[in-house]
């Protein structure tokens, strides 16, 4: 239901703070700040991040390395996250990648970090180091390129995975292809899984070889969007189904739809443009959804990036991380975030390490950037963490009893004291409606002397000092159904029975008394 849907989304985005809390540098024996040290970050479409450096020990998979990275202490807008990892090419020697210095600190008979796949689907994925796996890919799929430099006035270097892309197609609507619209040379794009959507180009202009994809992809009607998108990279065309570049938003900037909308139809294609850089051409997550996506940084002079199609029956689920002998490859677990915009893996940092710290997976930049606590003292952080958790937990286990009420909710029964000997007989029953949210709190606060409280209009409990088992005629059960012991004490007498297959116009119960010695004032 709407309402079912609506609190797990509160209830998941709770906790999901609770347990992915930010690094604690108090908690660590081998954190240093960087004196005097400060770093700023900023994103294309607009966010950014600023703090301090520092140093620590950092854990991915099981790989460790000491490395320098930015503790983020203010965010444009606020993340849900502890921060990111940014898995992209060295941009000067201040903030080293972690996987150039998990490179450098390696084991020589480990995989080389520095060749790592990303295997990405609407529910998590693998980030495999080492290479790929070959059981992963389509036979015959696989298509190698090279990354393209960034070149300037001043000199040319890697900075993103820069590729050439020969063509797109929805349908049978060509948006752009390098013959057809008579370019000199494939349209330049990123890839970046940082990013969600799928940027077009909003320009034309011959010198670069940018044409106006966006204008044509707007042309079409809507009606018409709902079919697979076509990307040709190198002499391969590799098929993006609707499932995967459709969201369930109201817009590509992430405000949700209602389930029952979603249930219906995405509301929009997750492609767009940016009106801040018109020529670019990005290719987000959703383009890497059914793909796998290998990047190979161990040549720098000629790094390259590969791309196949994913084995439908490749299984993506895992837990925990674990190195494939078979292919020679570590796989560690990713997770989808909640709207399957990002996704985040888990790396440990300090000592002893902190081991929830989830950061999402960027190709698209170079330097691992976590939030941090402003915490001075390490005991209260991890006090106020515990409590966040079990407040967390408890909040979860109340709305979701209230929500089972809500589902399952019976028309009530008449409830009674009655002689040992009589037989209690349910009439047809009234429609009642389920108890409001204040009224199931008010459940858990009921004292001995209030059990005969009243939702409406019916009553739960009704004062009793017998012991009354449970006596079922087997005319009205089948063998297979078994009653719950009836607890009764001196406080009262509470009946609660689900009956999901008889007749509830007719339904007959008996209560005898089983016990040796009869209490006096007993019934």
Not at 308 to 313: F, G
Not at 423 to 438: M, R
Request: with cysteine; net charge negative; proline share 7%.
């Amino acid at each position: 239901s709407d309402l079912r849907a609506r609190l797990s989304v509160f209830l998941w985005c709770l906790c999901y703070v609770s347990i992915f809390a930010s690094f604690l540098p108090t908690q660590s024996s081998s954190f240093h700040r960087i004196p005097r040290s400060s770093f700023r970050l900023s994103y294309l479409e607009g966010s950014e991040l600023s703090g301090f450096l520092a140093e620590d020990e950092v854990q991915l998979g099981t790989y460790s390395a000491r490395l320098r990275f930015g503790c983020v202490e203010k965010s444009s807008p606020a993340d849900e996250t502890s921060g990111i990892l940014g898995l992209g090419f060295p941009l000067g020697d201040v903030l080293k990648p972690l996987l150039y210095r998990l490179h450098a600190e390696a084991p020589t008979e480990s995989p080389n970090p520095l060749v790592f796949s990303l295997l990405l689907s609407t529910h998590g994925g693998q980030l495999q180091i080492g290479g790929y796996d070959p059981k992963s890919i389509v036979e015959d799929s696989l298509v190698t390129t090279d990354v393209l430099p960034h070149c300037d006035d001043k000199k040319c270097q890697f900075d993103k995975f820069r590729i050439h892309v020969d063509s797109i197609r929805l349908g049978d609507t060509v948006l752009f292809s390098t013959p057809s619209d008579h370019l000199s040379k494939p349209i330049e794009g990123i890839v970046d899984s940082g990013t969600t959507c799928i940027v077009l180009p909003s320009v034309t202009t011959q010198d670069s070889g940018v044409v106006n994809v966006y204008s044509r992809f707007s042309a079409i009607p809507e009606e018409r969007k709902h079919v697979p998108l076509f990307i040709t990279i190198g002499d391969k065309e590799f098929e993006i189904s609707p499932e995967d570049f459709f969201t369930p938003v109201d817009d590509v900037t992430g405000s949700s739809s209602t389930a029952s909308e979603a249930e219906i139809l995405p509301s929009r294609p997750c492609i767009t443009t940016l009106a801040s850089v018109p020529e670019l051409l990005l290719l987000g997550n959703v383009f890497l959804r059914s793909l796998v996506v290998v990047h190979n940084l161990t040549d720098v002079e000629k790094p390259k990036i590969s791309f196949a199609a994913r084995n439908p029956s490749y299984s993506l689920s895992s837990s925990s991380s674990s190195f494939d002998p078979v292919a020679s490859v570590l796989k560690v677990p990713v997770f989808s975030s909640l709207n399957s915009y990002q996704f985040v893996t888990h790396i440990a940092m300090g000592n002893p390490p902190q081991s929830n710290i989830s950061v999402i997976i960027d190709t698209g930049s170079s330097s691992l950037a976590v939030f941090v606590s402003k915490m001075d003292t390490s005991k209260l952080g991890a006090t106020l963490q515990l409590a966040a958790m079990i407040f967390s937990f408890l909040v979860l286990l109340a709305v979701f009893i209230f929500i089972g009420v809500n589902a399952r909710y019976t028309p009530q029964l008449p409830v009674g004291v009655y002689d040992t000997e009589a037989a209690l007989a349910f009439p047809t029953p009234v429609e009642t409606k389920p108890p409001s949210f204040k009224q199931f709190l008010s459940m858990f606060k009921r004292k001995p002397e209030d059990l005969a409280q009243v939702i409406e209009g019916q009553p739960l409990m009704r004062r009793s000092s017998a012991n009354l088992p449970i006596e079922s005629p087997e005319t009205l059960w089948r063998e297979d159904m078994v009653l719950p012991s009836l607890a009764i004490s001196n406080a009262g007498i509470d009946i609660d029975l689900e009956l999901p297959l008889v007749d509830r116009s007719n339904v007959g119960l008996k209560l005898r008394n089983t016990s040796e010695t009869k209490q006096p004032g007993s019934q």
